[in-house]
């Protein structure tokens, strides 16, 4: 018996010597074994299914600064342009700020399931809050995409210009 | 001692399980590593279940490459990647008889069925017995086991236990460059790592 070993242990030892001592196997022909790997090389990869749904936001209304909405009293508009798209039943609603660096992006996510999710502008990325918040800032002027990202959703406000 | 056949011990070695089901997942992301690995961890198994029936060398090349080209074309089907080495092992048993059934001019199973009916009725000891087949994957499951060994302990292992003429405690103690006295308590070292692998 081979010092510190229990009898469990003595027996799975014995088994595995037995075993490796009546193990008359071989190896397969080199040229089986190059053929068998090099049929791998013919597989298209398949790129891998995404159960992600992506969903188009469609703009529902844009206010310019200082213009107020329809009904409201001009005294309640913002500096900021506002914009409200609409994607299924969530809503995002839109303040772009112009500043001396660039633009200012605030938004807010009305709806179920955007709590902490990814939101992207161009290169730009952050993360919503608990409220569904999001902010950034001196993003410089051009035309971009705004994505929001849940595991299972990604909505898309296409060209966006700032 | 033939320990294999009195003593019911069964192996666990989940961790090596684990990582056939990782290396199927990552051939089905197109890694030819993974598949060089998994062609390499089987090519023996594979191989000396068709000559252990009395296949010749080139009728068992051809199971060989009817496996892995089943394997490669059902690598997305497999639905327990983690029993790979189980299915290998039945279409291997499959193909070999096949080839067996069509030497003796026997009638051909028309059904998945009728062909597990037809191999359940083997022999105990015939060379495609489950009993059989069961000890050559724990052949292979040991050898791939010893592959997660330090160098000189698969050395040392394979030395004593795997070659045909196994070799002396002076021929193993020059090998790897220790004094004869060392080896057998190196051995008894190395076996126990082997056991703890084995035994996860």
Redesign the interface.
């Known amino acids: 018996m081979i010092l510190g070993m229990t009898n469990g242990n003595e027996n799975l030892i014995n088994k595995i010597v037995s075993l490796m001592e009546t193990d008359s196997s071989v190896d397969a022909p080199q040229d089986a074994i190059k053929w068998a790997k090099n049929i791998f090389r013919t597989r298209a990869v398949q790129p891998e299914k995404s159960l992600m749904q992506k969903v188009l936001a469609v703009l529902q209304m844009d206010l310019s600064p200082n213009k107020a909405a329809f009904g409201e009293r001009s005294a309640s508009a913002g500096q900021a342009r506002q914009m409200l798209f609409q994607a299924g039943e969530i809503s995002i609603d839109l303040r772009i700020a112009e500043t001396e660096k660039g633009f200012n992006l605030r938004g807010q996510i009305l709806g179920e399931g955007f709590a902490n999710c990814t939101v992207k502008v161009g290169k730009f990325e952050t993360k919503s809050n608990d409220l569904s918040e999001f902010s950034f800032t001196e993003i410089p002027s051009g035309k971009y995409d705004l994505t929001l990202q849940t595991e299972e959703t990604e909505i898309v406000i296409e060209n966006l210009i700032f | 001692?033939?320990?294999?056949s009195t003593?019911k011990?069964e192996f666990s070695a989940k961790g090596l399980e684990k990582s056939d089901a990782e290396l199927i997942k990552n051939?089905r992301?197109?890694d030819?590593a993974a598949?060089?690995t998994l062609?390499?961890r089987y090519?023996?198994?594979?191989?000396?279940i068709p000559?252990r029936a009395g296949l010749s060398?080139e009728q068992?090349?051809d199971v060989?490459?009817e496996v892995?080209?089943t394997l490669?074309e059902k690598?997305?089907e497999i639905e327990q990647p983690e029993r790979i080495r189980s299915w290998l092992v039945t279409t291997s048993k499959f193909k070999t008889w096949g080839i067996i059934r069509g030497q003796k001019n026997l009638y051909s199973p028309e059904t998945e069925e009728e062909m597990e009916a037809e191999m359940a009725s083997l022999l105990d000891k015939s060379p495609l017995a489950d009993e059989v087949l069961i000890?050559?994957e724990?052949?292979?499951q040991?050898?791939t086991a010893l592959q997660e060994l330090e160098e000189r302990c698969q050395k040392i292992?394979s030395m004593i236990?795997?070659r045909d003429a196994?070799a002396s405690y002076a021929e193993v103690a020059t090998a790897i460059g220790v004094g004869e006295t060392s080896i057998s308590p190196m051995r008894?070292r190395c076996?126990?790592k082997?056991?703890k692998i084995?035994?996860k």
Do not use: K, N, P
């Open positions: 001692m033939d320990v294999s003593t011990i051939c992301r197109g030819e598949w060089d062609v390499s090519q023996r198994l594979i191989i000396t000559r060398e068992a090349s060989f490459q892995f080209l490669f690598l997305d000890e050559l724990q052949q292979h040991i050898r292992l236990y795997l196994a008894s076996l126990q082997l056991a084995l035994a």
